[in-house]
């Protein structure tokens, strides 16, 4: 990650469930599209993509299938319906955190 | 795009993620999604305009190295195999566990089929006879010695110390079961099958006990032997 690692902390989660929920994707194209959709403020090494696929799949929030595409065979990998929901409970932490932290950005006569 | 004849690229990653724990079809899975990303990876360099080299160079970095890679996989407790979590339990519990199923299936086929024709008033089928013995000379000689084997190839599909698999080959011949069948007669009816824990007895009994002791051992020290030439530090 670009930023420091404490606070990226459940943010490669977060981005892979939203992306995922669009539509499958194997791992390559994942990161193609965390890259895309930041701008390049999230980018990891490529490679630690997978542990996380594989920790989320094992969690039963994605499911990851084989199939062939361009001559090889790929892990697609598709957001369950356990998944979704725990996209909408990481999207709503996220969100009060970031109001929270906009609150306290935006100086001290609004900090509580 | 690696040649046939360079070496594999993670080969040095799958050992070291093997050795630490992690399960072996996550480890397979992972390296061959390593490859196929390394593959686009370099085919996006070189579309880029990069020659193969700068492209393979380029591309394994923005992979990874192997810290990187092995880091991620490592700090996932839910991605560890239940014999490197937990040896002591499948290498010192489940092969009397294994053994007690694996001799449960003749002992029940067995009774099914005395008991199908015990119901029908007739007496077992003459072959009845020589398949019960030669069953039970297959769970005496043959099961240990399998089981055993099982539980060496499980250890080396995850590359776990040599110790592990001797403990279940000690199990299995410590407390391997002996199966027992008689039969009174070729013209009479009835007979027995026993199946349950017995020390040997006489001299005969000891050399075939020490002769399964050995033959069940053996793939454990088959797989020290094996660890012992791949890796220099001994398990």
């Known amino acids: 990650m670009t930023a420091n690692p404490s606070f990226m902390s459940g943010v490669p989660e977060l981005l892979v469930l939203r992306l995922l929920q669009d539509r499958e994707m194997y791992g390559y194209e994942i990161v193609a599209a965390v890259a895309a959709a930041t701008g390049q403020v999230v980018a990891p090494k490529e490679g630690v993509i997978y542990p996380l696929l594989h920790d989320l799949e094992k969690e039963g929030l994605l499911r990851a299938q084989r199939r062939p595409a361009g001559g090889r065979t790929r892990v697609y990998y598709t957001l369950t319906s356990k998944g979704v929901r725990r996209l909408f409970d990481l999207t709503d932490d996220w969100t009060r955190m970031t109001r929270a932290i906009q609150h306290v950005l935006k100086g001290p006569a609004h900090a509580v | ?235």
């Open chain 2, 1 to 235: 795009m690696f040649s046939k004849g360079q070496p594999m690229p993670f080969e040095a990653l799958r050992e070291r993620l093997l050795t630490a724990g992690i399960a072996p079809q996550h480890v397979r899975r992972y390296l061959a999604e390593l490859s196929d990303h390394l593959d686009d990876l370099i085919q996006a360099q070189r579309d880029a305009g990069y020659d193969t080299e700068d492209a393979e160079i380029r591309a394994r970095a923005r992979l990874g190295d192997d810290d990187d890679l092995a880091q991620a996989m490592l700090a996932r407790p839910a991605l560890y195999s239940l014999p490197a979590r937990a040896p002591w339990l499948v290498f010192g519990l489940f092969p009397l566990a294994a053994l007690i199923g694996l001799c449960a299936v003749p002992v029940v086929l067995l009774a099914l089929i005395a008991g199908g024709h015990a119901q029908s008033g007739g007496s077992a089928p003459p072959w009845f006879q020589d398949l019960t013995l030669s069953l039970v000379f297959l769970g005496n000689w043959a099961l240990p010695p399998l089981t055993a084997t099982l539980f060496a190839v499980l250890a080396s599909r995850q590359r776990l110390p040599a110790r592990w698999p001797l403990i279940a080959g000690i199990v299995l011949a410590v407390i391997g079961f002996h199966m027992q069948a008689s039969f009174p007669g070729p013209h009479s009816h009835g007979g027995s099958l026993g199946i349950g824990l017995s020390f040997p007895g006489g001299q005969t009994g000891w050399l075939q006990w020490l002769a399964v002791t050995a033959l069940t051992i053996l793939p454990a020290i088959l797989y020290r032997a094996w660890r012992r030439r791949s890796d220099p530090i001994p398990g």
